[in-house]
């Protein structure tokens, strides 16, 4: 029965393609459209095979999308990047009036004769003072005593102040600006040498003209100067009131633990999901919408609800895994231009993956028969605990996994809204895909075609210039549709098996 819903789900599939293809030819058969279409089911398709593996086991998972938002949000707390001077001191306070600066005591990074930039305090101006003084003096601060650095500067500040950072600036040599073919350039020198990389930053600053911060993109240091290609470009050349202060790139985690360690917790996530379930003798439904809301409000109060991302840092590594793709037709004269989505060949191997666990191994076996009944499955020696929690594990890691894609492709995680109703779109394609809501039956091949399937009937929507605000009821009519489609199949097989027996009996 499983292969008439999968050939059925398949023949829907493909009408749906030729329908859009005879009539928004000019729009559906771009190289564009079909590679979105791809990386649109790749992303959901991954989503999808994990929800399936809970189905198989009668169980459901509602918190796949607040997964994914937490997912996302960790991957972008995880690899967050710094641009930070190597001598930033922190500020105790401002007296404006005395033209001091309280620093920790015994700070030597600062001399007399330097020129230092204070900013980041609560009235901070940005400003750019040259060091006159620097002694050790014991100071009342927030009614207590404290030995402190003192500096004194050249120039009053406007207002008191505190919590701020005062860093060293070099002076700017000289600078040209140039064009290239990928974009405008600056050449700065700088006084000093500076341990800068690419992939650095510097900050430029003057006294009235405002500060610009620009990616370093190549450095080369000659004798006591630093020569540095920004990206990016001036009206003019820099006059010698300009400074530059470099800033270093620091990132909080390296790529491979910050991928390993969101896939852990989206484990762990679904380990306390089966644990509930199976210890506890919570509902499966309880504990999802539970987590649905819980996943939510942490990926909310882990960025203060502000929305994270990746700026320009990943482009050339981490994020060609979900916006990269391998050409297959490159039209340079204007003609077809089509290539395969990195995120197809990530479905394709979990896909396989997870095929042949469901269908090769003894686990899958395992997971089928507790779908199919619980009770029989026990007796016959199956630890259906141990299954349901694997179930579980596999779908909040997929969730994961679906989680960091989402977020590299959008580049962008805004955590009110990032994975909202994405569980649907998962329940929906497995629905479709064979997977039956009492359990015990379904397949991986019919999951990725449901998958698809929703992709296309978006496609239809926006191409067929239908209201998107029909996106969500022509979703709960489609899940509508596979429910009735595999109840009507079940009682015809019921039937056609009872009259099968009456006619051997007869």
Known sequence: MLRIKVFGILMLLLVL????????PESFLTGNNIENLLRRTALYG????????VIITSGIDLSIGSVVCLAGCLLAMFLRVSHLPSDQTPVYAVVAAEKQLMLPANVSVVSPGDRIRYYGGRRA???VRTV???EQRSVELDGKAKTTTVVTVDQPFSKDDSLGYVARVFPVESSKPRNTQNGSLAEVTVMGQHPVRPRDQVVLIHATS???QLPISSVESAGSMTHMTLQGAFEQQLDSQWVALPLYRSQRMSIVMAVTLVLAIGAALGWIHGILITKIGLQPFVVTLCGLLFYRGISRWLVNDQPQGFGNEYDATLRVVATGKAMIAAGDDGGFKFGVPNPFFILLGVACLAAFFLGKTIWGRYMLALGRSRQA???SGINTGRMTIVAYVICTSLAALGGMLFALDANSVSPSSFGNFFELYAIAAAVLGGCSLRGGEGGILGVVIGTALMQVLYNLIVLMRISDTLQFAIIGAVILAGVIADESLKKWNVRRQLARRAADHS
């Open 17 to 24: 393609c030729g329908l859009l293809a005879i009539t928004v």
């Open 377 to 379: 499955a026990e007796y």
């Open 210 to 212: 405002g500060f610009k």
């Open 46 to 53: 991954v989503l999808g095979i994990g929800v399936a593996f």
């Open 125 to 127: 101006e940005a400003a």
């Open 132 to 134: 006159v003084d620097v």
